[in-house]
């Protein structure tokens, strides 16, 4: 079976990357031991996103991306790893007002979900910098600069 990457898209934001890009930022975020896998990145619109952030974490706002593993953690593994969600419209503002180019915002929010999926998080700050140095280390191998910097 491989790596299924499927691509969804509802937003009418044109700012979006072609699917080739989104599924190539989502598999360089795939550890090198997953050999098989399915995993969905919808890309959505403000509406949708705040009402999923709302019904799913209580939040009654819009977000720029959630994750919905289907891979309990400790359990083993499966090859339904889980669904992205990202919001175009949030992601083209907070590159705006955070200087960053849009193609590596895109590319830091989709490995970011990708590696929720993989069980990753950062509630806690010593998880949130193992996290943060894994997409660091990620995006400069696909030619991106560090995220976390100027902003």
Known sequence: MGIDITVQSIAAEPSAPPENKLV?????ALDGNIKEAEITLRITDEDEIQSLNAR???IDEPTNVLSF???DAGGPPSILLGDIVICAPIIKQEA???NKSLPAHWAHMIIHG???????DHVKDKDAKIM????ISILKTLGFPNPYLNQ
């Open 132 to 135: 943060e140095e894994k997409e």
């Open 56 to 58: 799913w974490r209580h």
């Open 96 to 98: 705006a007002a955070q």
């Open 114 to 120: 990708i590696l929720h999926l993989m069980s990753y």
């Open 69 to 71: 593993p289907l891979n």
């Open 24 to 28: 190539q930022w989502a598999r360089s």
